[in-house]
């Protein structure tokens, strides 16, 4: 048994947030006793399982030195053999004084500058590319670990839900749908998407076509006024932030991830995981986990017209679609399945606890 501390320092609920809620969860369901610990009035909090313990600490900022002492107290307290802190402001709030104390692994999503990071005794990405990149930075390749994120597997879809989200929204039945989630920042490509989107038909297939932009962020006002601009306010529909995006995976025709920069790309597991054919960008996310024309299909990064030839050839063909969902879906039962992310970790744990327990004999 391995009982782990996770510490998350973010307020929004993204990919990151979202995985750090469905590992924790998964790895307490295992019968291990697991903490989380986030800043107070998350949105993740609900999303948390009945047997993750939580409990919280402000984190204001990386200098907040009252929050590095009340980690210090928790883990004082608590006692956990492992402590993993996610992205950089738990990691930088979290330094022990004894080194005899608990492990402390940094889990890293990003290409996120070394030295905030180096203090902790071994380090988890979610990409080969990351950890190769950690390698170059100077961290001994024999304490960096590449695991994959996974995703919950979904409910079916029943037509009555799909409709009264249809009806919801303003879509007729018969339309063709576009989705487009995450954080409404420069780096996710919304832009790009809307500009492209400008370019398609209106009907497709004598069917008509929607945009669905499912997320908030700094960005959201200036790109709906953008959309204005395009004359597609009648064509668009934005929902904000969703604690559960799944029914608008289980609408959507087509799964389009714009990104400029994605260093994984949680939404393509997604919706891999509900059987949705996914477009994306040549970020590094989206070349690790896409086999374009296989398992996806892949276009150029911040190239508009490419994304609008791509998004108009895939909604004209129902039969690549649905074979690009069906090699999603084998991707992820074959990669990324929660037993096995979840053994992994485990296994790491235990290896990591063994050596050192050896190195202290």
Not at 94 to 121: F, K, M, N
């Amino acid at each position: 048994m391995v009982r782990t501390l996770h510490i998350i320092g973010s307020r929004g609920s993204g990919g990151a947030e979202r995985f750090f809620a469905r590992l924790t969860t998964a790895l307490a369901d295992t019968g291990n006793p697991v903490l989380a610990l986030t800043r107070p009035g998350v949105q993740l909090q609900g999303e948390l399982g009945g047997n993750v313990e939580h409990r919280t600490i402000p984190m204001r900022n990386v200098w907040d030195l009252i929050s590095v002492w009340q980690i210090r107290r928790v883990i004082a307290d608590w006692r956990p053999d492992i402590v993993q802190t996610y992205m950089g402001r738990a990691t930088r709030l979290t330094h022990q004084r004894e080194r005899s104390g608990p492990l402390h692994i940094a889990r890293l999503g990003g290409y996120y500058p070394v030295r905030q990071y180096r203090h902790a005794d071994a380090w988890i990405t979610n990409t080969r590319g990351i950890a190769d990149y950690l390698i170059g930075e100077g961290l001994p390749a024999t304490r960096v670990f590449q695991i994959p994120n996974f995703v919950s597997t979904p409910a079916p879809a029943s037509e009555a839900e799909r409709g009264r989200l249809r009806l919801a929204l303003g879509i007729p039945e018969q339309a063709c749908v576009v989705l487009g989630i995450g954080r409404l920042h420069a780096s996710k490509g919304f832009a790009d998407l809307l500009k492209a989107f400008s370019m398609l038909p209106a009907i497709i297939g004598r069917r008509p076509v929607f945009l669905i932009i499912v997320g908030a962020g700094p960005l959201e006002r200036t790109l709906q006024r953008e959309a204005e601009t395009l004359g597609l306010e009648g064509r668009v529909r934005w929902t904000g932030w969703q604690a559960e995006p799944a029914p608008y995976y289980r609408l959507a025709d087509l799964m389009v991830c714009p990104s400029r920069h994605e260093p994984y790309g949680n939404v393509i597991l997604e919706a891999w995981s509900h059987e949705t054919a996914v477009l994306a960008t040549e970020t590094a996310g989206g070349r690790e986990l896409l086999a374009s024309g296989e398992n996806g299909w892949l276009v150029p990064c911040e190239n508009r017209e490419r994304l609008a030839s791509a998004i108009t050839t895939l909604l004209e063909d129902d039969g690549l679609r649905a074979q690009l969902a069906a090699g999603g879906r084998q991707t992820l039962q074959a990669r990324f399945s929660k037993h096995t992310i979840v053994k992994a970790y485990l296994d790491l744990y235990q290896k990591l606890l063994e050596e050192q327990r050896r190195s202290e004999e």
